[in-house]
T-cell receptor, first 116, second 114 residues
Framework: GESVGLHLPTLSVQEGDNSIINCAYS??????FIWYKQESGKGPQFIID???NMDKRQGQRVTVLLNKTVKHLSLQIAATQPGDSAVYFC???WGAGGTSYGKLTFGQGTILTVHP | DTEVTQTPKHLVMGMTNKKSLKCEQH?????MYWYKQKAKKPPELMFV???????INESVPSRFSPECPNSSLLNLHLHALQPEDSALYLC?????????????FGPGTRLTVT
């Protein structure tokens, strides 16, 4: 079946470094791609999303890049801080109706560890 | 207020018990969701409610029974669960089911089936 996956299960960086978390997807029909952060004992927290007709979107310290040619999504975190340590999930969502309308499908997740 | 609350935080139940999980939001959202998350795995969608009607059931076993009594509340009734059903159950809500609307997640209920 179609799925969203990640290249690297763990990423360890030093405080102040830039972090890049990658994600490969296979469903070219998805309308939105979203990055979530999940800290221990908490639910996923929305970070940033990007619509399928865009290739780049910036937020506060984060940038999401979408390459539809190779079906690749990445999250860049600038000046990574210890508080950024968490599991990061990419997810995709269909928006065109049908039986999958409203369905959010998560990738496998990357554990980001930031060392002081 | 952008909070989704879930009760209880932790639940231990036997295989013959009947229990319920509760989720509440007061953001005026009309879409609500149940997800199941096993340890070190991503959340997996179980059910979607849109305007208090069930719109997606991801082939979830009937021992899980969702209910949306009003636009602010979502329940998950549990009966005759198996040990493999032990997981973190997450509730989420969004303004509507359309892809452009952000989903807000609650902290989850940690369920252990003995």
């Amino acid at each position: 079946g179609e799925s969203v996956g990640l290249h690297l299960p763990t990423l360890s960086v030093q405080e102040g470094d830039n972090s890049i978390i990658n994600c490969a997807y296979s469903n070219s029909a998805s309308d939105y791609f979203i990055w979530y952060k999940q800290e221990s004992g908490k639910g996923p927290q929305f970070i940033i999303d990007i619509r399928s007709n865009m290739d780049k979107r910036q937020g506060q310290r984060v940038t999401v890049l979408l390459n539809k040619t190779v079906k690749h999504l990445s999250l860049q975190i600038a000046a990574t801080q210890p508080g950024d340590s968490a599991v990061y999930f990419c997810a995709e969502k269909w928006g065109a109706g049908g039986t999958s309308y409203g369905k959010l499908t998560f990738g496998q997740g990357t554990i980001l560890t930031v060392h002081p | 207020d952008t909070e989704v609350t879930q009760t209880p935080k932790h639940l231990v139940m036997g295989m013959t018990n009947k229990k319920s999980l509760k989720c509440e939001q007061h953001m005026g959202h009309r879409a609500m969701y149940w997800y199941k998350q096993k340890a070190k795995k991503p959340p997996e969608l179980m059910f979607v409610y849109s305007y208090e009607k069930l719109s997606i059931n991801e082939s979830v076993p009937s021992r899980f029974s969702p209910e949306c009594p009003n636009s602010s509340l979502l329940n998950l009734h549990l009966h005759a669960l198996q040990p493999e059903d032990s997981a973190l159950y997450l509730c989420a809500s969004s303004q509507e089911v359309a892809a452009s609307y952000e989903q807000y997640f609650g902290p989850g209920t940690r369920l252990t089936v003995t």
